[in-house]
């Protein structure tokens, strides 16, 4: 077995959810590339490398293929796993990779005239006559602002608290955060659970979005079939194809201009960085009662 089979073992242990094989693919890609530039250079097989090496790679980057700042963050982070691979496999004793070798970028504010707006109300209404069970998935998107990865992990009896209004969530790195149930999240879920008891006929599944392949299964949905999904929509409504990432994007923007603070939207989206000051903006009133306004 080659280095990058190893390397890949390692990645799959490590990213195992539906949304991290993409991750897994650019990563292998990006290391085979910094491995071919150390074998075109000093004809060797980079088992092992130093920051002297790395700066040199990510000067070449740089300055001799002109990839954009958010292209090399993602290689090097790619390299950086790849370092931690060699050091758990006795390859090496020491990190190369560190944090200032990673290009600070101002992200780009989002702003409601940036996503389209309409596209996702058109289907949210189409939803409404087609499927309580999509309707409930796209407001849970829009008012809720999950990753996919979470709507799709959300168990019933351990997740969803309609007395204290809170959806449990695990997030990125198995993080646990509560998201505040508003109105319409409430009525679409309580809507859909009496279609999914129909749908399931007695089997078991704890999870809260089934279909009728998993309804059999006991798994969960798949982020491809949530995919599926919402591009059906798109087209029954006539709309450019959006991703679910944008139902997230929208629900933070209409949050920010309701007024939630820096702290409400971080607890809402489960940041544990400055990523949420793409949408802030500074408001005092209680997370349900501003939910409720979207």
Same mark, same amino acid.
């Given at each position: 077995m080659n280095i990058l089979n190893e390397f890949?073992?390692?990645?799959?242990?490590? @990213?195992?959810?539906?949304?991290?094989?993409n991750t897994i693919k650019n990563y292998l890609s990006d290391v085979k590339q910094f491995i071919e @530039? @150390?074998?075109?250079? $000093?004809?060797?097989?980079?088992?092992?490398?130093?920051h002297i090496e790395l700066s040199e790679y990510i000067?070449?980057?740089?300055?001799?293929?002109?990839?954009? @700042?958010?292209?090399?963050?993602?290689?090097?982070a790619a390299i950086s796993n790849y370092d931690d691979f060699l050091i758990e496999t006795k390859r090496k004793d020491s990190k190369a990779v560190r944090n200032k070798d990673y290009f600070k970028i101002q992200r780009e504010h989002i702003t409601a005239d940036m996503l389209p707006t309409n596209t996702i109300n058109k289907i949210k209404l189409r939803a409404a006559k087609d499927s309580s069970r999509d309707y409930a998935m796209f407001v849970l998107y829009d008012e809720g602002g999950f990753r996919c990865s979470e709507l799709l992990e959300i168990v019933i009896d351990r997740d969803i608290d309609f007395q204290?209004?809170?959806?449990?969530?695990?997030?990125?790195?198995?993080?646990?955060?509560?998201?505040?149930?508003?109105?319409?999240?409430?009525?679409?879920?309580?809507?859909?659970?009496?279609?999914?008891?129909?749908?399931l006929k007695g089997r078991q599944n704890k999870y809260l979005f089934?279909?009728?392949?998993?309804?059999?299964?006991?798994?969960?949905?798949?982020?491809?079939?949530?995919n599926n999904i919402l591009n059906s929509y798109c087209e029954k409504v006539k709309e450019e194809k959006i991703k679910p990432h944008i139902l997230r994007h929208d629900f933070a923007?209409?949050? $920010?201009?309701?007024? $939630?603070?820096?702290?409400?939207?971080?607890?809402?989206?489960?940041?544990?960085?400055?990523?949420?000051?793409?949408?802030?903006?500074?408001?005092?009133?209680?997370?349900?009662?501003?939910?409720?306004?979207r």
């Open positions: 890949e073992n390692y990645l799959k242990e490590n @990213f195992e959810k539906d949304e991290e094989q @530039f @150390f074998e075109n250079q $000093y004809g060797e097989e980079v088992t092992t490398f130093n000067n070449y980057m740089k300055n001799k293929k002109n990839y954009k @700042f958010t292209t090399m963050n993602r290689k090097i204290m209004r809170k959806i449990q969530v695990i997030g990125k790195g198995s993080k646990i955060r509560k998201v505040t149930m508003n109105d319409k999240m409430k009525n679409a879920i309580e809507e859909y659970l009496v279609d999914r008891e129909k749908l089934v279909s009728n392949k998993t309804a059999n299964s006991g798994k969960r949905m798949g982020r491809t079939s949530v923007t209409k949050s $920010y201009n309701l007024g $939630y603070t820096d702290l409400m939207l971080k607890i809402e989206l489960g940041h544990s960085s400055n990523a949420t000051s793409i949408y802030t903006h500074a408001g005092q009133e209680s997370l349900l009662d501003l939910s409720n306004k």
